[in-house]
């Protein structure tokens, strides 16, 4: 028993209880708690109930104690293996960045393996993360292994395991990694995809390839597409949920920005659509099943089209059709998102727009990604840097068309 006391004292007309126990360094110490009683017999019962809610409480924090205490005494690397499972088992992230975190946590294994989640200090990670980046690291691959500790440490904080993140004082290194340009198809490119597509059978892969160089959507948005989701009489389509991959599979999930948003679509992918519809109606009954409104646009009877199954169902057709992207690099599927991105704001559309397309949280993060990803305004530029430099100002004037 916690509290090895307990009793009633006078207080301004009426009574307040008190419970008695002893500290960790032996010392006695009083609880108190004024009573709403009428009178003494009934301040003895609430005081019971009191006590019986208190002792209970001890105990439940007495067990965290322990637990708490056995935690603190792990190895650094088990905690961040449960940690990560945790993760997992609550489907609180995606698969991918399971992957990832586990991928990461080898850096943490074979560092701090014989040392005690407790015992883990600033000195400890600074000069881990020192010794990763001399061996060759780069900042991306240290910044994950920092941020991943961090993370673990604060579950630790936020569980009483520990009473201070010891990554905190640490600065994660600074990113020197150049970011891989946009690899979207070119004009002549994309004019040849199309050609080609246009003369292959319906399938999902051709279907959702002109979905996304028409629309800008993302692969999971298009494979949870349902014809419910599409008015081809408005020639317009609407984006309301995703496809993601958790632990025990794909699921229908909210869009990235958690809003729904409205698509026009150009004549060519509506007529495109009208057909693809009128083979899934024959494809559905052969199937003995019936196409509705719920039904997926890429599916079947059974349900939606993994995004895994289009990316590689995709990636297969690009590279028989042996096209590379701006940087040389065989076009993914979400390289096709970028290409509709980067041939709209070229043609002169609006920032605004293209975000909406695109379901960018806003317009400075399409201008960030986008704002000079499209290799024929390089040209033009270096083509107008050129005449700057040979050119008389009245000629300049004259050839790119400012002239008063």
């Known amino acids: 028993m916690f509290y090895t006391a307990a009793g009633l004292e006078s207080h301004k007309g009426g009574y307040r209880g008190y419970l008695m126990y002893k500290d960790d360094g032996g010392k006695w110490r009083k609880r108190s708690k004024v009573l709403d009683a009428k009178g003494k017999a009934e301040a003895k019962r609430e005081l019971s109930v009191w006590r019986a809610e208190m002792e209970n409480q001890a105990e439940i924090d007495a067990k965290r104690g322990r637990s708490a205490t056995t935690a603190a005494k792990r190895p650094v690397p088990d905690y961040v293996d449960a940690f990560i499972a945790s993760l997992e088992e609550r489907h609180a992230v995606e698969a991918s960045t399971v992957k990832g975190y586990r991928a990461t946590a080898k850096f943490i294994r074979e560092a701090f393996a014989g040392v005690a989640v407790e015992g883990l200090t600033p000195e400890q990670v600074r000069d881990w993360e020192a010794e990763l980046t001399g061996r060759g690291l780069s900042s991306s691959t240290v910044g994950k292994c920092h941020r991943l500790l961090k993370q673990v440490m604060a579950d630790a904080v936020n569980m009483r395991v520990i009473d201070r993140n010891p990554v905190d004082p640490v600065k994660p290194p600074k990113r020197t990694k150049v970011k891989k340009g946009i690899n979207a198809l070119d004009t002549e490119g994309r004019a040849r995809v199309l050609a080609s597509l246009g003369d292959m059978e319906l399938t999902p892969v051709t279907v959702a390839a002109r979905v996304a160089l028409y629309t800008g959507l993302r692969e999971g948005e298009i494979c949870a597409l349902q014809w419910r989701d599409v008015d081809l009489e ?25 809003r729904a948003r409205d698509v026009a679509l150009p004549e060519a992918l509506t007529s495109l659509l009208g057909d693809w519809r009128r083979a899934q109606l024959v494809a559905f009954a052969e199937a003995g099943a019936t196409l509705d ?107 790119t068309g400012t002239e008063g």
């Not at 609407?238 to 909210?254: F, H, L, M, S, T």
């Not at 895994?308 to 028989?320: I, S």
């Not at 509709?340 to 695109?358: H, I, Q």
């Open 234 to 258: 408005a020639r317009t389509l609407w984006v309301r949920r995703a496809i993601g991959e958790g632990v025990g599979g794909c699921y229908e999930k909210d869009t990235k920005t958690d």
């Open 293 to 399: 409104g719920s039904s997926y646009v890429l599916g079947d009877a059974v349900g939606f089209m993994n995004p895994r199954t289009l990316g590689r169902g995709w990636a297969t057709l690009a590279k028989a059709l042996g096209v590379r992207g701006t940087e040389g690099r065989v076009p993914t599927f979400h390289d096709l998102r970028h290409t509709w991105a980067t041939m709209y704001l070229a043609a002169g559309g609006d920032v605004k727009t293209a975000a909406s397309n695109l379901g960018h949280a806003n317009v400075a993060m399409t201008l960030n990604t986008y704002a000079s990803a499209d290799p024929n305004a390089k040209r033009e530029a270096a083509r107008l840097t050129e005449v700057a430099m040979t050119r008389r100002p009245a000629e300049i004037l004259k050839l």
